[in-house]
């Protein structure tokens, strides 16, 4: 992990307070919870949490992500790979410098499961 020091400023903080409002409602749409994690320091770190009964597939959800916001998906599962506890990860490009989304897919189980 880096220290305090070894963290450069960046714009993350800046998406929290103008792209999170717009995201949680796409989110909450395909029936997700969109949650922020992370320091900000890096970049924008997000957790979709499978919500409703009816969910749809990661690739449904940035499908509207990149259509509405002028994102990029650059990393995707098959480069990135699945994480700790079956989180599907993506990055996705803000479109200049090193401004990214940290967002990972919480596994989507059937209901009682």
């Given at each position: 992990?880096?220290?305090a020091d070894q963290i450069k400023p960046n714009f993350g903080p800046i998406y929290a307070a103008a792209m999170y409002p717009g995201l949680a409602g796409i989110f909450h749409r395909h029936g997700?919870?969109?949650a922020v994690h992370g320091s900000?320091?890096?970049d924008f770190d997000l957790i979709a949490v499978p919500w409703s009964e009816i969910v749809s597939d990661a690739e449904s959800v940035l499908k509207e992500v990149t259509s509405v916001y002028a994102l990029r998906v650059i990393d995707a599962p098959?480069?990135?790979?699945?994480?700790n506890h079956g989180r599907i990860a993506y990055t996705i490009s803000c479109g200049f410098g090193e401004c990214s989304i940290d967002l990972s897919f919480l596994p989507i189980h059937p209901k009682g499961v």
């Amino acid at each position: 992990m880096k220290t305090a020091d070894q963290i450069k400023p960046n714009f993350g903080p800046i998406y929290a307070a103008a792209m999170y409002p717009g995201l949680a409602g796409i989110f909450h749409r395909h029936g997700y919870a969109l949650a922020v994690h992370g320091s900000l320091a890096r970049d924008f770190d997000l957790i979709a949490v499978p919500w409703s009964e009816i969910v749809s597939d990661a690739e449904s959800v940035l499908k509207e992500v990149t259509s509405v916001y002028a994102l990029r998906v650059i990393d995707a599962p098959n480069r990135v790979g699945i994480k700790n506890h079956g989180r599907i990860a993506y990055t996705i490009s803000c479109g200049f410098g090193e401004c990214s989304i940290d967002l990972s897919f919480l596994p989507i189980h059937p209901k009682g499961v």
